[in-house]
């Protein structure tokens, strides 16, 4: 199983920790969020990852160059002098999965000690009913500021907003996911994507619906994209997270 592990974001909402360091390089309790990652991915099966870099990659790269003799993890960097967005970094490196049945996709910026193994299987047996790719879901406390979706009673992704004015539920977007190599079959019918950013949440998603499925995760996440929430999660980790 290889995977994709978005790490090349500037994170302006971070400040002024961000100003000195990647995120994906915030410590946690002394462990760099990136350590984590690679760590847990290497536990669930994960066998290569591709990690992109833009914002500080001097010290990403630096970090996974001291910490290749530390992982069996296959370890690739990809840099980005302009950024993609996520579902451009999908597109432009798509040759990294081809031949491969199914992949994950992970943002760097997620603190979890979630089972991937369980969403590998889970998406089997959605790819089994059709599904393209499988989102694992978390239950947002603000709801306007995610991704929602609408669930039928196959766990099938039947309608997607992103931050929707009036969410229908508080099902969001966990920002972890199986994907299937038809996934790129959705950008689009031109060889060659556009030149502009291209996010999976705004651009890709939307495509998918009625082709992807839903799954609660039932691990801890939490998006360290902002001070109070990186606090947060500070005070949470070590009583909530056995890693």
């Not at 950013?197 to 609660?216: A, E, K, Q, S």
């Not at 001070?227 to 005070?235: E, I």
Request: aromatic fraction near 8%; charged fraction near 20%.
């Amino acid at each position: 199983m290889k995977a994709f592990l978005m790490a090349a974001g500037k994170g302006t909402r971070l400040k002024p920790y961000t100003d000195t360091h990647p995120k994906c390089l915030i410590p946690i309790h002394g462990t760099p969020l990136l350590r984590i990652w690679i760590d847990l991915l290497a536990r669930h099966g994960v066998s290569e990852v591709l990690i992109n870099t833009h914002h500080h990659a001097d010290q990403v790269t630096a970090f996974i160059d001291a910490y290749r003799p530390h992982t069996a993890l296959a370890l690739r960097t990809v840099h980005e002098p302009r950024l993609l967005g996520s579902a451009g970094t999908l597109w432009h490196n798509r040759a990294f999965v081809r031949g491969e049945t199914d992949f994950l996709i992970a943002y760097a910026d997620n603190l979890t000690n979630q089972d991937l193994a369980k969403l590998f299987d889970m998406h089997r047996g959605f790819r089994s009913m059709g599904g393209v790719l499988t989102m694992g879901l978390i239950r947002a406390p603000e709801p306007t500021q995610c991704g929602i979706v609408t669930l039928d009673g196959q766990g099938r992704i039947i309608r997607f907003v992103e931050k929707p004015e009036a969410p229908e539920s508080d099902l969001a977007n966990g920002g972890i996911y199986v994907a299937s190599n038809a996934i790129f079959d959705y950008y689009g019918a031109s060889e060659s994507m556009p030149s502009e950013v291209l996010d999976i949440g705004h651009h890709l998603l939307p495509r998918l619906v009625g082709r992807m499925f839903g799954w609660p995760l039932d691990g801890y996440l939490k998006d360290i994209g902002n001070p109070d929430a990186y606090h947060q999660a500070l005070a949470e980790w070590p009583a909530a997270c056995d890693i």
